[in-house]
Structures are given as C-alpha cells and as structure tokens.
C-alpha cells in the first residue's frame, strides 16, 4: 500500500518571496543600500521587502522613496512634526507630505542614500515607520479629539498605543505579525460619532454599555480592495478595556495561522469569516485566548452624526480649546510642517493631531492665547472655515506618484471643487471622496459622492475617467455607498456633478461672485508661498522649481493583428494601445476593473503569439499564467496575437 503524503498548500508569489526572506530582514542592510544605491539593490529588496520598514519604491518616480509613518491615534509632537519637515525639507520641491486617512503622514522624495541618517532621527525623536507596509497591521486609528472631546465615553490614546507597542515590539519590529496574509486595519472608537470608520476595518472596537459597564462590542472584517468590498460586522463578542490588547493579539493570530494564502485577492481577513461563519471563527479567538467572551451588547453608543473636528472647540479642561485645521487634500510642505510645529509650541502644549479627513488639530490653547493663534498668517493658507464644498474633500495620491492610480487625483480634485464652489452657491458641506483606482485608498464608498479612477473610450481615444459613487454615510447607521454609474470622461465631469449638487443637494446658481480667498484655491491661496512646482501646488518659496526634463521621442508604434477567437473579430491595429482597449474599441467585451494589472479581473485565456507586459500583473496567479491566461489591460500585442474573447 502506497501512502501519498498531503500536497503543500500552493502559494502566491507574494507568499515565496516572504518565505525566502521576511520584511525585517533588511533593516541591518540599509547601511549597505544606502551605500550602493537603489539601482544596485535586490528587486525584491527593493520593491517589496523594504515595504515593511514603511519605504515604498515608486516606479513613477524610480529613486524617490515614500516613507510611510506609524502615527497610533494620529498624535504627534511639535518636535517631531519639526524632525518630518527638516527631512522632507533637504529635497526640495521634491520633498513634502501627505495626511493619510489613516491619520498618519507620508513623507515623499526619499532618497534611499539617506535613509540610515533618517531612521536614526527617528529613534532620537520617538518616531517610527516600522511594519507600515504590505501584510502588516497598518496605522491603528483613533478618536482625534481623545482626552479632550467632553462628551468622549473612553479616551482611547493608551489603548491604540498599547495595540500598537504589542503588535511592532514597542516599534522595534515583532516578527510574529510581520507575515499576515494581507494587510490589516484596527481602529479603536471613544466617543458617539464613529469619528474611525469603524465599517471599513478588520477589528474595530465599538463603545457599548453591558450590564452598565462600559466596554466595547467588537466588528470584525471590514474592508476595501479591487474585487470586493465589504463593512464590518458584529463578532457578537463584548470586552472591557482590559481585554482589548488580548484579543487584538488573539484574532491577528487566528488569522495569520488560517487566512488564505493562496489567491491573494481572497486573502483579507473576511475571506476566512465567510468561509468559517462568524461562530466558527469567535470560537478560535476564544480557544486562542484562553476565556469564554461575553456575547456583544444589543445596542452600542455610536448615536451621533460625524463631526470634522474643524473650528474652535472648547476642551473638557476649562480654559482651553482645540481648533481644527482644514489641510486640502491633506498635503503640505516643510515650511507649512514647521509653522504648525511653532503653532503648537507657542500656543498649545507642543500636541499635533490629524484626522482621517485628512485635517489638523491643534489642541490644549488657552481662551488668553486664542485670539493671537487665530491670527497666525497660515490660518490663511489652511482655513479653519473652508468652504462647502473644500471642507470635506478627501483625495488618495493619484497617478502622479502611485502606479496602481489611473488618473490625477489630488490636482483634479483640488481644482474641480475650486470650480464648483465658483459656480454654485451650496447651503452644507458635501463630502466628496476620491480614489485613483480600485483599491479605494481615498475610501470613495464612505463618501456623499465618491468618485474612483478608470478609463474610458471618447472619440475614438482612450481618456481618464471616473466611476460616480453615492449614498455614502459615515457616523451612526454608517453604510457604503453604491457604484450609480460608470466611466464618466473627467471633462465631462464637473456637468455631471454641478446637476447632482444641484438636484440632490439644493445648491444653487451663485448669483454673486465667491470671495477671493476660496478655501480650495489651493496654489492661488498659499500667499506665504509664492511658487508653484510642476505638481500644481505651492512649492517652499525658496526654490526655484527645476525645468522639466526633454521628453523622450518614443517609439514608433509596431504594427499588430489582434483575433478575438470567441467574438469572431479581428483587428488590424499596432501596439500603442493595450489589447484591453482594443477588445474595447472593437465592440469585445471584457470585464475590467483596476486596469493596472492589480486585480486580475480583465483576466483572458491567450491562444496563440506573444505580448509584452507594461507593468507587473500582481493581479495573475500563477495557476492562472501556467494555464495561458494574461491580464489584458496591462499587455499589448508583439505582432499577431489570438484570444479567446
């Protein structure tokens, strides 16, 4: 009798590499990267395994990093927004941050040179960006406003640090959370206005009353990716405070030990829920925990409409206020970092805060200093009164620095709301998300109207273009919003818009002109910076922005015959233009979705001849490629080429 041992489980590529190598792994080598530079270093090295040390190589811009902070509850000192801008400040206009909707910053322009001197200020001033990458927890988020928001229920800031120091070894890195099948968000909620997005994260731990005591239920799952996106629903389990730490640890294992690591796109923690059911899965927390939990409380205390925390506040400490700080789009530059930092020295207690809008809190400024601090010429770049439609406006990076983005989004956004405000007079703020791909980083389903990059077909061209989300609601009773249509050209856009603030939000025709100082009017309205970078926004005033480079002629494009097997049309064509936009073109349909090869959706079976790949398909298992399959928005043909489409 032949006995036949179990077949391994199959793994992605993804999953070989970590097992080759973990993350943390190149933390002792980046003496040595920086010595021989980008270009000399391992591809994986380089584009994957420093991820987990929060430094992301951008393809868009090869040999200026992103740096990517770990900010737990999004607090921050003075001196340390002041050790951020000093090492963004080295690079020019090449160097500045961006406010993510994880309230954390990112640093952009890193040179990988640089690095050793960098992670060594950041351990003098008690930052850190380790494990803020790839299949990591990612910045665990919490109420802004802990400790200061009167009406707060639990103050929150040592619990999110607590989950973090358990998670990243007091951020000296833990391998034991360095291998996750895909990445992981948690939020910790304080107060009644779901200030967290608590439906978009894999644990999110919700204030609820039980038998009078004040705890929390637990949602498990929530998420956005490409394929899929799903809100977080009820573990059925309640824990007081004291609990919260265990059973973070307890799920984050029961996960990495049982999360798929096979199809990627089905790797994210609700795979395995679905899978297990809800009961199956409490029962391993559980048996991992070593306790019984207590079923969650029938009601929880989010009962209030979301606040944007901008404006003066009076504090629960008498005498003192915050104000909240409207940052457009989240992005600033080293000048700006270093007048909040003086900001919050000068008037406040040294205390910064972001938002996951993107904003900025300072706190703790007495009634006696509040008058000066309102004075301050950046509170006329950064208003603390932005208009409608600029108050809520939330963008991801966009094409002009992320490969996965389809389109421009900051700029794009920026200045279509510019132009809204302009045109409409509109009664309440709007929020208005947008996300340069499928992977929904600027969380397009949360909004009012989202709007999420694509591309589409106009005159025979292909374009940039968006699809139009709406229904979003955020606060008590949040729900995700729905995909109402579908591949709107981007300059038809703002028609599209003007007619849904007007019919479903009762703007109205201005009928006399807006004021000068427009709160989106983000280049015109930085009047202590007086140029502009190539990238539309204000540059520190010191630099001299840098003529472009000539463009490279490119070639010229390569004849091509293109056979749609299944459809029975052929297409005399070239290779400029991807066999996803010639199906398209060609009246063949294929069903798409990211178009930059990170989903794996426009997925078609190649029957004969060859392609070339304009960009890594992330997207293709490789069960899938073996078979003959490719992903068609990213490949174009060499010559003859048959599908079967």
């Known amino acids: 009798m032949t006995n036949t041992a179990p077949a391994a489980p199959k793994m992605n590529k993804f999953e070989r590499f970590k097992a080759e190598k973990d993350g943390l792994a190149v933390l002792p080598e980046l003496s040595h990267f920086a010595q021989i530079g980008w270009e000399a270093m391992d591809e994986t090295d380089l584009t ?6 929060g430094l992301f190589f951008r393809p868009v811009t090869p040999g200026k990093f992103m740096l990517r902070m770990r900010m737990p509850n999004g607090i921050l000192s003075g001196g340390q927004m002041r050790v951020l801008a000093e090492v963004i400040q080295r690079y020019g206009e090449d160097g500045y941050a961006d406010i993510t909707t994880r309230q954390n910053i990112q640093l952009r322009g890193i040179r990988i040179e640089d690095i050793p001197d960098i992670f060594n200020r950041f351990q003098q001033a008690g930052l850190t960006s380790v494990q803020s990458g790839m299949d990591n927890v990612r910045n665990i988020t919490g109420s802004p406003v802990a400790g200061l928001d009167a009406d707060e229920l639990i103050d929150t800031r040592g619990l999110v640090r607590k989950v973090q120091d358990m998670i990243t070894n007091n951020s000296q890195g833990n391998p034991a959370f360095t291998n996750l099948p895909r990445k992981f968000n948690i939020a910790i909620a304080g107060g009644r206005d779901n200030s967290v997005h608590a439906e978009i994260n894999d644990i999110a731990f919700v204030p609820a009353y039980k038998d009078g005591k004040l705890g929390f239920n637990v949602l498990v799952g929530g998420f956005f990716s490409a394929k899929r996106c799903a809100p977080a629903i009820s573990m059925n389990v309640w824990v007081d405070h004291t609990q919260v730490v265990d059973i973070s640890e307890a799920i984050l294992i029961v996960y990495r030990d049982n999360g798929s690591r096979a199809n990627r796109h089905q790797s994210r923690m609700m795979w395995l829920i679905d899978d297990w059911g809800v009961e199956r899965f409490r029962a391993a927390v559980e048996t991992q925990m070593g306790v019984t939990l207590q079923a969650a409380a029938d009601k929880d205390e989010f009962d209030w409409d979301k606040r944007d925390h901008l404006g003066v506040h009076a504090q629960k400490q008498p005498g003192l206020n915050f104000v909240g700080i409207h940052v457009p789009v989240g992005r600033f530059y080293a000048n700006d970092m270093l007048e909040l930092a003086r900001m919050a020295e000068v008037y406040g207690s040294g205390e910064i805060r972001l938002t996951v809008e993107q904003n900025v809190i300072i706190p703790n400024i007495p009634d006696s200093r509040l008058e000066s601090f309102l004075a301050e010429p950046l509170l006329e770049v950064f208003s603390i009164n932005p208009d409608p439609l600029a108050r809520a406006l939330v963008s991801c990076t966009g094409n002009q620095f992320c490969k996965f983005a389809l389109i421009e989004t900051k700029n794009r956004a920026v200045a279509l709301i510019d132009e809204l405000e302009d045109e409409l007079d509109v009664p309440k703020p709007v929020r208005f998300h947008w996300t340069g791909c499928p992977n929904s980083c600027g969380q397009p389903q949360v909004a009012d109207i989202g709007l999420m990059g694509t591309k589409t077909r106009k005159d025979g061209k292909t374009v ?29 856009l703002k028609d599209v818009l003007k007619d849904i ?36 926004f204000a540059a520190p005033a010191s630099v001299t922005p840098a003529a472009p480079p000539a463009p490279t002629p490119a070639a010229a494009a390569q004849p091509a015959v293109v056979t749609f097997a299944a459809s029975g049309k052929e297409v005399n064509c070239d290779d400029s233009q991807s066999l996803l936009e010639i199906a398209e073109a060609a009246g063949v349909e294929i069903e798409s979705s990211c178009q930059s090869g990170s989903c794996g959706t426009c997925m078609v079976k190649l029957i004969e001849g060859e392609f070339r790949y304009e960009a890594d398909p992330d997207g293709l298992e490789d069960a899938d490629a073996a078979s003959g399959h490719i992903l068609t928005c990213i490949a174009y043909p060499v010559g003859k080429v048959v599908l079967d489409a």
């Not at 994957?48 to 040390?53: G, T, V």
């Not at 009017?521 to 009047?527: K, V």
């Open 48 to 53: 994957q395994r420093l991820k987990w040390l």
């Open 501 to 536: 603030l007007i019919q479903q939000f009762d703007a109205q025709p201005r009928s006399t002109p807006r004021s000068p100082k427009g709160t989106a009017r983000l280049a015109r309205q930085r009047t202590v910076q007086d140029t502009v970078s190539p990238n539309g």
């Open 464 to 492: 940039e273009a968006v699809d139009l989300f709406m229904g979003g609601k955020v606060g008590k009773d949040a729900v995700l919003g729905e995909k109402v249509q579908k591949a709107i050209p981007c300059d038809e």
